[in-house]
């Protein structure tokens, strides 16, 4: 890169990083409680973090898995959110989840009334054509102005390259065990399609009705209105010092991860 353009690259960063700190600062003073920053966990799955003050909305139910959850012994080591997830509801942390179909709307929120949305390995298992633009807006509708949205989802052309180059066991971390014996055609197929994820179980495929690439998420987004994107390549990188903190993304060794701002 240009010397001249990683200096625009990181003035633009300066400049978001700005407007989101106003945001939170607002916040703080207006409302002088974090608890009370509206931070929606959309398509949250199993995923809830374990910090006060997120509503996680899902269509399946997850009372089965908080009541797991909470009867794991405390020094057993699980999955790092898990562990997170179970010392938090024991101290009584909320866990406030709430069972709604993502591609009804959210007319329970209104309009410039959201501060965070995470959207985590979501949007891939929404029609492409019809559902997702719609959805995507309606994050657009809910966020305040200076709010933001987290999304990831598997990168087409990531795992395309990876399959070219004979490379599909850089992903194996994080997927089951039967991920490591099959071929490359097979580990290929398992992520495009969706049915190798941890929650794909005999009564429970996760399947993938679209895979983006950076550019037809670039036109997703800007079609709603966002206008800055910013993409990360690991977790723990944001513009907002909430999401910095309080979010874990999941499948990062496979997916595009960003950050767009209202
Ligand atoms: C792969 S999981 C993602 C879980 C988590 N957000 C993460 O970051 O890993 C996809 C989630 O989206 C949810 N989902 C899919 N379609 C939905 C819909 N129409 N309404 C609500 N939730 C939906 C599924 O139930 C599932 O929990």
């Known amino acids: 890169m240009s010397e001249y353009n990683e200096l625009l690259q990181k003035s633009i960063f300066k400049n978001i990083q700005s407007m989101v700190v106003e945001c939170n600062q607002n916040n703080k003073s ?93 949007i891939e298992h929404i029609n492409p054509i019809f559902k997702a633009p719609e959805l995507i807006k309606e994050c657009y509708r809910m966020l305040k102005p200076g709010g933001v949205m987290r999304l990831t989802t598997p990168d087409l052309d990531l795992l395309v390259h990876a399959y070219i180059n004979g490379e599909m066991d850089k992903f194996a971390c994080e997927q089951p065990d039967f991920y490591k014996d099959r071929d490359p055609s097979a580990q290929l197929a398992m992520l495009m ?19 983006y690439t950076k550019t037809s998420m670039n036109k997703l987004l800007k079609d709603a209105g966002f206008e800055k994107i910013i993409y990360y390549n690991k977790t723990g990188e944001s513009v907002s010092e909430v999401l910095k903190k309080e979010v874990l993304d999941f499948g990062m060794t496979h997916s595009l991860c960003l950050e767009v701002i209202k």
């Not at 790092?80 to 010392?87: A, G, I, N, S, V």
């Not at 942390?93 to 985590?120: A, R, W």
């Not at 399609?193 to 895979?211: D, T």
């Open 30 to 122: 207006n409302q002088n409680n974090q608890n009370e920053i509206v931070k929606l966990n959309i398509g949250c799955g199993p995923c809830m973090f374990a910090h006060d003050g997120w509503t996680n909305y899902d269509h399946a139910n997850f009372d089965q898995f908080i009541n797991f959850i909470k009867t794991l012994p405390s020094d057993a080591k699980s999955l790092k959110f898990m562990e997170e997830l179970r010392d938090y509801a024991k101290a009584g942390g909320e866990l406030k989840i709430i069972p709604h179909d993502l591609t009804k709307g959210f007319p329970q929120h209104s309009d410039n009334s959201v501060h965070l949305i995470y959207l985590g390995q979501v």
């Open 193 to 211: 399609y969706g049915s190798s994820g941890a929650s794909c179980v005999f009564n429970n495929y996760e399947g993938h009705m679209f895979l």
